[in-house]
C-alpha cells in the first residue's frame, strides 16, 4: 500500500511540472433565429459616448439587403461595405485603422464584423490595431499584442471558418499568410443567428463546411489531442455528417453547422490544424486561393495522411455534386513550388501536430511538391 501511494505522489509530481494553457472564451453568445434584431439592445450598454460610434464593417454582399437595413445605426455611427473577394490584408487593416482614427476624435464604443470568416477576421483585427501602436504585421504571431483592443462583436453569415469562436486573425501580410493569435482577439460578443446564412451559394457552403469538418479530423488525428479538444472535435464532426450525408430540413441544417462551426474552432483552440492547413497556407499565399477551397483542394489528395476521412470528404462531396477546379498548379515553375512548400513548411505547429515531434524525418519537400502537382 505504502509503495502504491508513493506512485501516486510521484505522478502527481509530473503532472504538476506540466504547463498548461489558459485560455479566454468569447464571455457572451446569442443563439437563435431572429437574435441579430436583438443587436441594438447588445450594444446599447456599450456606448462610451455620444461621440464614441459604433463602426459596423459589413461584407458588401449584402449592399441593399434586408441585413443591411437592419444594421442598428445610432447617432454617428457608421456602416462600412468591405468586399471579401480577397482574404484580409494587414494593410487593408492598417488603412481601415488609420480611416477612423482620422475621422473620429476618440476611440470608437466598438467594431462590428458581420459577414463569414474574412469580415470576422477584419473586425478582430480592426479592434487590436486601434489601441495598439504600428502595423498589423507588427503582430503576426503568437502573444506579440500588448494592450486590450476595444470592444468587438462578431455576426457570422455564413457557418464553417470558427474564426467567431478562436483566438486568432489570420491575415496576408508582405512576407507571411499568420493570425495574430492573442488572448486580446477573441470576440467580447457573438451573435450567432442561423437565418443570416440563408442565402450562401451551394459551392461556398460545402468549402467553408469542409473548412469545419477538416478542423476535426486534423484536430482528432493529431498528436496534440486532449480530452478537452476531443470532445469538441467530435460534436462537430457528428455535425458536420448529420449535415452532409443526412437529408435534413433546411433551418436545421443551417442551425446544426453553425453549432458545428463553434464547436470545431473550440475543437483546435486546445490542438491544432494539420497537413491540409499547413498546405492550404502555400496556396493562400503564392496564388490567392482562398481558405475553405484551398483545403479542399488539399484534403483530397491526403489519403495516406488522413485514410477514410478523405473517402468520406469524397462521398459528401459528391452527394452535393461538387466539382473542385482543377489544374491550378498546372502552369507553376520550380520556383513557386519551392515557395509552396517554404510557406507550407513554416507552420511547424501544424506539421508537429499531424506528424509528431519527428515531423522532418516524415514529410520531404519532394512529397509536398508531388501533392501539390496533382491539384
Ligand atoms: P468569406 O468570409 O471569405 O466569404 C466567402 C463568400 O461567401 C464571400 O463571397 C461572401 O460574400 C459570401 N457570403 C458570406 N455570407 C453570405 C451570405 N449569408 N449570403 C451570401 N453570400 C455570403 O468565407 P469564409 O470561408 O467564412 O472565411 C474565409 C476566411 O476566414 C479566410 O480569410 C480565412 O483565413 C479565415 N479563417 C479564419 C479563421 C480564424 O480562426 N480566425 C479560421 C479559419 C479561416
Ligand atoms: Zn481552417
Known amino acids: 500500500m505504502k509503495i502504491k501511494n508513493e506512485i501516486d505522489e510521484n505522478d502527481s509530481a509530473i503532472e504538476n511540472t506540466i504547463k498548461h494553457r489558459n485560455f479566454p472564451q468569447v464571455p457572451k453568445v446569442i443563439f437563435g433565429k431572429?437574435?441579430?434584431?436583438?443587436?441594438?439592445?447588445?450594444?446599447?450598454?456599450?456606448r462610451k459616448h455620444i461621440d464614441a460610434p459604433f463602426i459596423f464593417l459589413v461584407d458588401d454582399v449584402f449592399k441593399n439587403t434586408m441585413l443591411a437595413k437592419n444594421v442598428p445605426l445610432r447617432f454617428n455611427d457608421e456602416l462600412i461595405?468591405?468586399?471579401?473577394?480577397?482574404?484580409?490584408?494587414?494593410?487593408?487593416?492598417?488603412?481601415?485603422?488609420?480611416?477612423?482614427?482620422?475621422?473620429?476624435?476618440?476611440?470608437?464604443?466598438g467594431i462590428v464584423g458581420i459577414g463569414g470568416g474574412t469580415l470576422l477576421d477584419l473586425a478582430k483585427a480592426?479592434?487590436?490595431?486601434?489601441t495598439n501602436k504600428g502595423s498589423a504585421a507588427d503582430y503576426q504571431g503568437w502573444d506579440l499584442i500588448q494592450k486590450s483592443s476595444i470592444y468587438h462583436v462578431g455576426v457570422p453569415t455564413i457557418s464553417g471558418t470558427g474564426a467567431e469562436v478562436s483566438r486568432t486573425t489570420v491575415l496576408l501580410g508582405p512576407d507571411k499568410k499568420l493570425g495574430i493569435n492573442s488572448d486580446f482577439t477573441v470576440f467580447d460578443q457573438v451573435i450567432l443567428d442561423p437565418d443570416l446564412s440563408i442565402g450562401v451559394p451551394k459551392n461556398q457552403w460545402f468549402y467553408t463546411?469542409?473548412?469545419?469538418?477538416?478542423?476535426?479530423?486534423?484536430?482528432?488525428?493529431g498528436t496534440y489531442l486532449n480530452a478537452f479538444s476531443k470532445s469538441y472535435g467530435e460534436m462537430a464532426l457528428e455535425l458536420c455528417k448529420e449535415v452532409y450525408l443526412e437529408d435534413i430540413d433546411k433551418q436545421e441544417s443551417r442551425e446544426k453547422l453553425m453549432m458545428a462551426s463553434w464547436h470545431g474552432g473550440?475543437?483546435?483552440?486546445?490542438?491544432?490544424?494539420?497537413?491540409?492547413?499547413?498546405?492550404?497556407?502555400?496556396?493562400?499565399?503564392?496564388?490567392?486561393?482562398?481558405?475553405?477551397?484551398g483545403?479542399?483542394?488539399?484534403?483530397?489528395?491526403?489519403?495516406?495522411?488522413?485514410?477514410?476521412?478523405?473517402?468520406l470528404?469524397?462521398?459528401?462531396?459528391?452527394?452535393?455534386?461538387?466539382?473542385?477546379?482543377s489544374g491550378i498548379c498546372k502552369e507553376l515553375t520550380e520556383d513557386d513550388f519551392n515557395t509552396l512548400c517554404n510557406v507550407a513548411l513554416k507552420m511547424e505547429p501544424l506539421w508537429e501536430n499531424a506528424l509528431g515531434k519527428n515531423w522532418k524525418e516524415r514529410?520531404?519537400?519532394?512529397?509536398?511538391k508531388s501533392i501539390y502537382r496533382k491539384i
Not at 514529410?363 to 509536398?368: A, D, F, G, M
Request: glycine fraction near 6%; proline fraction near 3%.
Open 34 to 46: 431572429g437574435s441579430f434584431n436583438q443587436l441594438d439592445e447588445i450594444l446599447l450598454p456599450e
Open 81 to 109: 461595405f468591405v468586399s471579401s473577394a480577397e482574404e484580409p490584408k494587414t494593410k487593408q487593416v492598417d488603412e481601415l485603422v488609420g480611416l477612423i482614427r482620422e475621422k473620429y476624435e476618440s476611440l470608437p464604443s
Open 126 to 130: 480592426v479592434s487590436l490595431l486601434l
Open 209 to 221: 463546411g469542409m473548412d469545419c469538418y477538416i478542423h476535426c479530423i486534423e484536430s482528432l488525428n
Open 266 to 293: 473550440m475543437s483546435i483552440a486546445y490542438s491544432q490544424v494539420g497537413v491540409a492547413h499547413a498546405m492550404s497556407y502555400g496556396l493562400s499565399y503564392l496564388l490567392g486561393v482562398k481558405h475553405g477551397i
Open 295 to 311: 483545403n479542399c483542394l488539399v484534403f483530397q489528395h491526403l489519403e495516406e495522411f488522413y485514410g477514410d476521412s478523405v473517402k
Open 313 to 325: 470528404f469524397n462521398k459528401m462531396k459528391e452527394k452535393h455534386q461538387i466539382d473542385l477546379p
Open 363 to 368: 514529410i520531404t519537400r519532394e512529397k509536398l
